[in-house]
């Protein structure tokens, strides 16, 4: 069993940054790619980005590319998502995601484990 779980969550102004990161424990995750959601309130869970377990493959939601930057580190087994040029529209609950294959994937229903969430806050 995969346990996942992110931190780095917080309040910051528009145009601030904040930099999330993924922890996973359970067994070797590193084989696997790895994706970042979120979820707004009254809205759907959407696709944020992914890597590919050699973190040599990304992909990124066109509302973030460019402004968020996602890495991994196989030997900490930790994923990170780097956010900058926040915007008050990024204000979610931001959930870590694996999916047993080599690369990232956009549907949600893809994913076998997920973290509890974290919330970022944006202010305008």
């Known amino acids: 069993q995969v346990q996942l779980v992110e931190s780095g969550g917080g309040l910051v102004q528009a145009g601030g940054s904040l930099r999330l990161s993924c922890a996973a424990s359970?067994?070797?995750?590193?084989?696997?790619?790895m994706g970042w959601f979120r979820q707004a309130p009254g809205k759907e869970r959407e696709f944020v980005t992914g890597?590919?377990?050699?973190?040599?493959?990304?992909s990124y939601a066109d509302s973030v590319k460019g402004r968020f930057t996602i890495s991994r580190d196989n030997v900490k087994n930790t994923v990170a998502l780097q956010m900058n040029s926040l915007k008050p529209e990024d204000t979610a609950v931001y959930y870590c995601?694996?999916?047993?294959?080599?690369?990232?994937?956009?549907?949600?229903?893809?994913?076998?484990?997920w973290g509890q969430g974290t919330q970022v806050t944006v202010s305008s």
């Open positions: 995601a694996e999916v047993r294959s080599p690369r990232p994937t956009e549907y949600e229903r893809n994913y076998d484990y």
């Open positions: 359970g067994r070797t995750v590193s084989l696997y790619a």
């Open positions: 890597i590919s377990w050699r973190g040599d493959t990304t």
